[in-house]
């Protein structure tokens, strides 16, 4: 299955600033997800990315607060713009490998201060 | 309620088996996952089944589904503290490359 690098693994931002997480696949995907997965709650799905189009959001994530980019197949980023102490969480990318299922990032711990 | 629901604690001593359970309400869900997620992890897939089976076994792990019941368990034999971690499940639905996952259920393994 596909070795994805995401980075960086936490950080700490003070609130009004943004940060980009970036997610790095050893191998051509054509789906790419983004989640945010909070404390006791199961994972919230942002936004599906895919090479060559806009990305397509969720109920209750946009795209100037997260905006995507997906410039080829194997590289992705999620940018969490003007950030406040509640979009501390833990952030995911993953991809979608037919058979085998979905391949996760190993996540980013943001904390907003 | 939830689309997938999940227990959200399990406790068994070390040598014991676990079972975690899982039910979810898409009839036309096509796979079913178990994830495993460790402290500061992303999510392992660790098994799925087939919407057409009853069963799947590998080594120390075997799901069981029952599709009228809408009902997915996983058991785990002869658990070790090295399974302490959050298992999740997750449905795929027909149709669907977006996967819908449960809020996952925390497994303790004690001495």
């Known amino acids: 299955s596909a070795v994805i690098s995401q980075k960086p693994s936490r950080d700490i931002c003070q609130r009004g600033t943004s940060l980009t997480i970036q997610c790095q696949v050893d191998?051509?995907?054509?789906?790419m997800f983004w989640y945010r997965q909070q404390p006791g709650q199961s994972l919230t799905l942002i936004a599906t990315?895919?090479?060559?189009?806009?990305?397509?959001?969720e109920s209750g994530f946009v795209i100037d607060k997260f905006p995507i980019s997906r410039p080829n197949l194997t590289f992705s980023t999620l940018t969490v713009s003007n950030m406040s102490p509640e979009d501390s969480s833990i952030y995911l990318c993953?991809?979608?490998?037919?058979?085998?299922?979905?391949?996760f990032g190993s996540g980013t711990r943001l904390t907003v201060v | 309620g939830e689309d997938v629901e999940q227990s959200l604690f399990l406790s068994v001593r070390e040598g014991d088996s676990s079972v975690i359970n899982c039910t979810y309400t898409?009839?036309?869900?096509?796979?079913l996952y178990w994830y495993k997620q460790e402290p500061g992890a992303g999510l392992q897939l660790l098994t799925y089944i087939f919407s057409n089976m009853d069963m799947k076994q590998d080594q120390r792990l075997t799901v069981l589904l029952n599709k009228k019941d809408k009902h997915l368990s996983l058991r785990i034999a002869d658990t070790q503290t090295g399974d302490s971690a959050i298992y999740f499940c997750a449905e795929r639905k027909g149709g669907s490359y977006i996967p819908t996952f449960g809020r996952g259920t925390s497994l303790i393994v004690h001495p």
């Open positions: 993953s991809v979608e490998e037919g058979d085998n299922g979905y391949t």
């Open positions: 898409d009839s036309s869900s096509t796979y």
């Open positions: 191998s051509q995907v054509t789906m």
């Open positions: 990315a895919n090479q060559g189009s806009e990305a397509t959001y």
